[in-house]
């Protein structure tokens, strides 16, 4: 894995603004914390080893049958489950290969390669982010059948699904294809870990067997059965995606910086002449503001930075700081 | 994974009384427990990818280098990333092999099968529990030693280190030996999942490498820097062990029931003419009581259950139940 992610906070002793993760920062999550807070004696007990009463949740709740459901810690297990199930998926001399639609979340390619599995251009397992990471773009389903043709499972990374108002692919129960889903993005909870695959039985359930005992701790199942029951809305998504093309705009508005369109939360920005790095200490020292260094993205440059939108009086901040910066 | 472990209390909904995991069910975790709902804004913010403050706090407390420590996800992390290494711990024609030391917990042949190992009378892997689960027995620096002499990596799993009087082996610094650490026994906290293995840095390092990010969430890695700063005493464990020695003695008593010597907390037995399935459910209905089935431990027999000392008084509602039930 890189250890350069984004939501580095705790590199840091004096953040007090948080845009690398794509996720609000504001939302209100009180109603979670008292329920956990009430239930904290689950520590004592060891977990189900397979979240299945959580799994039978969710799949009532979005009309599926449990068999088309497995929780995992956070989107990241399922990828890393994914990559580990290819060799059984696909077996066969010489082992699968992966394609990934890049420039995008890094961790597609870190599985692969831990799993030994090799790289090419039509390859077995196809990885796209929708809507993308880190480019804020939404793939239509005209696309998304396109790469059908050319691979043999396509896995969806939806983590972002609940961040934007452009139509995403529907492609009903395609057995080869499966979906990633991160609670942890549509609560604002990246701290537990949680997120759940959607796909065929028959792909689930190697995914299952590949699977370890309790990678779901107590208290990241008891909140997902909460939220799953409870479903608190957390905020006015049209007024959030409207908020983030305003600060889109304004960012755009600064010389030297440009952003990239973007169909959900957050955005693609370029710095020059300066870099990423730079722009990043600088705020981070004298505005105790975060932002994500996007330069080790594969195909991105040193000046490539995203942000993610707050509340407007938080991206007013931003850009004020990004604008005395460049000035 | 089977899905037979012990402590399943997720599938009853009215226990009362658990035997069934190697804990003492009834320790003090208030000061923990206050301290996370302190905590629980963590939920918001990713926790560190690899949880390194962690692993130098606890490195620091036992007199190591941070690079000789690794913090999991429960040992049971630790136990699938080292199955998962096995190939570029040893690489070679054919892969790894392996020894496990039965009957002891399934999870070490579960992860080796996982990864493709394959079984051997010499493997160059070899797992020992020590104190072994299910049987108690703790194995002395003779026996380790001699293990040592057959095989290329010894596994040691110190799990229920804190949990005997009998001395451990003292291995020094060997680079051959890895050793697991649990703080989900030492804590009693097998709901939040957290553990660590101490080995040579260049072991480490490789494991290091075969995990994914974010695999020990937020809660845990701060319940794990407050308990290494706290240390909690929570149990007088002479005066523990022996009323695990009260308990054998009292349950070796009733005709049909067989106990085996145990250097732990925690005993094998065997129930004659019945089996463990039937006094088990006997237990759960009737009692509210949860003991282990251990008949599908490697080795043992339908006849095989396994239960962990608790209070006096509660180790003799255990007994006058199990006694009712074989008269």
Redesign the interface.
């Known amino acids: 894995?890189i250890?350069g992610?984004?939501?580095?906070?705790?590199r840091y002793g004096h953040i007090r603004l948080?845009f690398s993760?794509n996720i609000p920062?504001y939302t209100d999550?009180s109603g979670?914390?008292a329920h956990?807070?009430r239930h904290?004696?689950?520590?004592?007990?060891?977990?189900?080893?397979?979240p299945r009463?959580l799994e039978a949740k969710i799949a009532h709740s979005i009309g599926r049958n449990p068999s088309q459901v497995l929780v995992t810690?956070?989107a990241?297990?399922a990828?890393?489950l994914i990559a580990q199930s290819a060799r059984t998926l696909f077996p066969g001399e010489g082992g699968p290969t992966y394609t990934v639609v890049q420039p995008t979340f890094s961790?597609y390619e870190s599985?692969c390669q831990?799993f030994g599995l090799r790289e090419g251009a039509d390859g077995d397992i196809c990885w796209l982010c929708n809507p993308n990471n880190p480019t804020g773009e939404v793939r239509d389903e005209a696309y998304v059948r396109r790469l059908l043709r050319h691979h043999r499972l396509l896995v969806i990374d939806q983590s972002y699904e609940d961040y934007t108002q452009s139509p995403l692919p529907d492609l009903g129960d395609l057995t080869n294809v499966v979906v990633l889903h991160s609670m942890t993005k549509r609560y604002?909870?990246?701290?537990?870990?949680l997120g759940y695959v959607t796909g065929a039985p028959e792909v689930i359930e190697v995914l299952r067997h590949?699977?370890?005992?309790?990678?779901v701790?107590?208290?990241?199942q008891e909140?997902g059965a909460w939220l799953v029951e409870h479903s608190p809305r957390l905020l006015d998504i049209g007024a959030y995606l409207r908020e983030a093309q305003r600060l889109r705009k304004a960012l755009n508005s600064i010389p030297g910086i440009e952003v990239a369109p973007t169909q959900t939360n957050f955005m693609l920005a370029t710095i020059r002449p300066r870099t990423a790095a730079e722009l990043k200490a600088y705020l981070a020292e004298e505005h105790g503001i975060l932002i994500r260094d996007a330069s080790n993205f594969r195909g991105l440059s040193a000046h490539h930075f995203r942000v993610a939108a707050q509340r407007p009086e938080d991206d007013d901040v931003l850009v004020g700081a990004i604008r005395q910066y460049m000035a």
């Open positions: 894995m250890e992610h984004g939501d580095d906070t705790y948080n993760s920062a999550l979670l914390e956990l807070s904290l004696s689950l520590i004592r007990n060891y977990p189900e080893p397979s009463s810690s956070g990241t297990e990828i890393y961790e599985a831990m604002c909870i990246p701290g537990l870990r590949c699977g370890r005992p309790w990678s701790n107590a208290l990241a909140a």
